[in-house]
């Protein structure tokens, strides 16, 4: 393992992403919390676990009707019968005062209505004063008779009317019908209901109804449905929901510290690898950064989108919409890191899965149907898995489409596998499976490709299609050697060719290793004729200067190369080739020449200034250049020399210690150096010596004829 520098920002990662999922796993579920009585239901809701509780709902519910059906306890105001009694003596007096007056029909009706008896109507006022004097003083007489009988008995509100209509039945029958008549519109107008509710006793009556009902207990079986999507919730039904833990305001704290272990167990995983890895391709905060925002996404997806389809009743198997392959989809086809991406898938299926088995909304989608969890990871998994192989390297968008087929079928092959071990199975279930697992990869692979360009002008990373455009040989830099620095640009195209071959035989990036190459040398467009391939005429500047000043001038081609590099927009991961390709090497040529004079020598102003390649790509090109550079300057170039260049220089790296940060196995070294070799005879093969033109073919050639033979047709 390499020596890291970024543990800081491994830790900060760790501890930001197992935050983060833990507040996105936090058990707790706002939309349950918002469930109103009366409101229909947005889903259905089952109990995660056989419960019994004593209904305070529902008892209370049967104790109240049990006491609103006691009547209440009423008992006789003796005090409405002499108030009722004197009213209507008050009522006869002033009565025989009018009728006593001497005054006119229409002055004593005028007088009458001033009484105040609305419910006795004029005609019966015409009536009472126009009765003779015998039968007025009967009628007074049964009129206090008649009242305070009636109001002997218990008259409510409710029996007044009948109470009032039955008293003309109980007139003295000896009256004229005139006076009887009166009597009873008088009697009516001063009966009053008589009673009043003894609060104290009827209360007393209703808590013993109460107490006489018993407790309600509900009992409620694992698994089974409390409320259904589109009824109407009750008091009865929010209690249940949060005897069943559903509406639970309190936090449990068994919940929050699994949640947080799970988190923090998820988020080390992923820092474990980045940690004992070390992969180049996330040696950035930026970077580091968009795999937790890739993988923070996904589970939040999944918090939101979870809820609303489980519990699966209908086996319809919607969770598998859910594109979860395009996290580690995006963190291949990104930075072509193919474990790590599989890491992530295994993380994002997982982190998924324990989402579904686990809502706070629905914690029993799955209790009583276990098998859908594994169902769920199995199918989340395998389809991450595959697109992680489908869309690593990737470098057309037509291979994001094939990418989707393969997401689809990896998917719904992983979940229909397990769901064939489920015995409540149908047949439906593998169509289902696979038209959601379609959907589901056709959206992994839409997302995948936007977020592809999207995320990497973000966070700086290049892609495959931007390699691709600057492998053409039409960048700026690359004319301007092939202008002014044509040695250098044909030296950079022979270590492209054999830093392809080598990748290619190794499984590293043959397209980053090929653009690499490219621009590994263009720090020598500063002084191109200070450099042995650019020297076209023989002369050599470096012979009138000193060994120190002619190190520092190669050396040099580094920096340049860089600030030239940076200023014409060539990517941070092209940029890497130009000092990793000599490392911490010294300038041996210049370095061997000052030690001949005989004086002291700083050896350090003789050295690169690296750092060592830190990639098998930038090692790749590192040996390609010195492998190159010497076949070309040795006279023998036979196939046996070639073999001793190649193995000579690995040899020497290994002693320098130059790819020691490059991860590069001693394996991988045999292929690359088995690839050089091939590559170098193919350029370098033996060419044949062609004898000269026939005495016929030169007098062809004299005489001018058409038909003249190709000198080169036979050259291979």
Known sequence: MRVSNNSARIAIFVLALSVVLAFILFPFSPSAGDLRAGEEAAQTLVSPRAISFESA?????????????????????PAVHEEQLLALDEFLADVGEIRASGETLNEQQQRFRDLGQESLADTEGVIILGLPEGDWAAVEAESRRLLDETLTQSISDDQ?????????????????????AATTEIVTAFVAPNVVENEEATAAAREAAREQVEPVIVDLAEGEVIIRQGEIITEATLEQLRQAGLLSSDVDIEDVVGVSLLSLIAALSIGAYLFYMQPPTLASDRRVM???????????????????????????????????????????????????????????????????YYLPESPGAFQGRPLDSVVLFSGYFFGGAAGVFAVNRVSSINQYLVAGVIVTLATAGGAYAVALLDPARVAEDALWILLTSAAGGTLAAVITLGAFVALGAVFGITTRFQ?????????????????????????????????????????????????????????????????????????NPHSELEPVASARIISDHVRLGLDLARKSGVPAILRE?????????????????????????DVER????????????????MLADSIEAMVRAREDKSAEAIDFAVEAIIRERLQESQLDESDLTLRDLQRIADSFKATLRGVYHQRIEYPEPTEEEQRALDEGSEVRPDPFSNIS
């Open 57 to 77: 709902v529902q008892t209370e519910s049967r104790r109240e009707a049990a006491a609103d059906d006691v009547a209440p306890t009423i008992e006789l105001d």
């Open 160 to 180: 007044l009317e009948n109470v009032q209509s039955g008293v003309g039945n109980r007139v003295a029958p000896e009256l004229s019908p005139l006076a009887a």
């Open 290 to 356: 968009m795999v937790l925002f890739a993988v923070s996404a996904v589970v939040l997806a999944a918090k939101l989108y979870l809820p609303e389809i489980l519990p699966d009743t209908d086996r319809h198997f919607l969770m598998f919409i859910l594109p979860v392959a395009a996290a580690p989809m995006l963190v291949a086809a990104l930075f072509e890191d193919t474990p790590f991406a599989l890491l992530i898938a295994a993380v994002t299926a997982g982190l998924c899965a324990f989402t579904a």
């Open 467 to 539: 390699l691709m455009e600057m492998a053409d040989l039409d960048h700026p830099l690359i004319r301007r050697l092939q202008e002014e620095a044509p040695g250098t640009f044909h030296h950079s195209v022979l270590v492209s060719n054999l830093a392809v071959g080598a990748a290619n035989a190794i499984g590293a990036d043959s397209l980053q290793a090929r653009i690499g190459a490219y621009f590994h040398d263009v720090g020598k467009l500063s002084k191109p004729r200070y450099y042995i391939e650019n020297m076209g005429d023989g002369r």
């Open 577 to 601: 080739y130009i000092p990793q390709h000599h490392g911490t090497r010294l300038v041996t040529y210049f370095y061997r020449q000052a030690v001949q004079t005989g004086e002291p020598v």
């Open 606 to 621: 003789f050295r690169y200034p690296g750092p060592k390649p830190q990639r098998r790509e930038t090692a790749i090109v």
